[in-house]
């Protein structure tokens, strides 16, 4: 794709760590290779980026946004979102951040979304789903297994990748149990005029690379 044509991403990492781009070297190799991206690590860059940018969309890769000093970056973040922008929360934000923060994040949003179960099991694409503007249900892949950290509370138009199912609970050391049909692994809203979803995947699944280069707009 020419330079020129290609989406801006900005790659929101105010918790950055070293080890993130190896981790998640599949789907950073095919971010660079689909849009014009940006890495904001700090506060202040992350502000004055915004001072000056619009971007296509906003990927959170970690818990920095959710920590007390970097609240000026959230209000931004809130007031992109509002005002047309589209967000993907994931990766290593599902890792590191706690409990109480995870829900107030959603909350700053005007979500009702809670923390739901952590589990491996098998997923597929909720049909009913409402998916950001110009994003194709044909472009999300087929039923596949991942470990994730549910969301629940949300709507059913919200859930984009809901339990297969009977789905059961998938461990090597726990029995397998029934997974809650209620909660969601990868999940949509629309507030004010833009779009924000989560992705719940723990690691790092191609299925789950796929649904953030598509939630994205690649």
């Known amino acids: 794709m020419d330079s020129a044509n290609r989406p801006e991403i900005l790659l929101l990492s105010l918790a950055f760590r070293s080890f993130f781009d190896e981790a998640h070297s599949s789907l950073i190799d095919s971010l660079y290779g689909s849009a014009l991206v940006k890495r904001a690590k700090t506060a202040s860059g992350a ?31 809130v007031a992109y979102v509002r005002n047309g922008g589209l967000v993907v929360v994931g990766l290593h934000f599902t890792n590191f951040t706690n409990m109480d923060a995870f829900d107030q994040f959603f909350e700053t949003l005007g979500l009702p979304w809670r923390r739901g179960d952590y ?47 009977d789905a059961m609970s998938q461990s090597h050391v726990f029995a397998p149990e029934y997974v809650d049909q209620a909660q969601a692994a990868v999940v949509g809203a629309r507030i004010g005029n833009g779009y924000l979803a989560y992705v719940g995947d723990v690691n790092s699944e191609k299925g789950s690379d796929n649904i953030i280069l598509s939630l994205c707009g690649l």
């Open 47 to 77: 502000v004055k980026y915004f001072e000056a940018n619009n971007p296509g969309c906003i990927l959170v890769t970690d818990e920095g946004l959710t920590k007390t000093e970097n609240r000026a970056v959230l209000d931004k973040v």
């Open 119 to 165: 589990q491996r099991s098998d997923f597929r694409l909720n049909p009913s789903c409402s998916l950001p503007t110009g994003v194709a249900s044909s472009s999300l892949p087929a039923p596949y297994s991942m470990k994730v950290l549910h969301i629940k509370n949300a709507q059913p138009h919200e859930k984009i990748f809901i339990p297969v199912a």
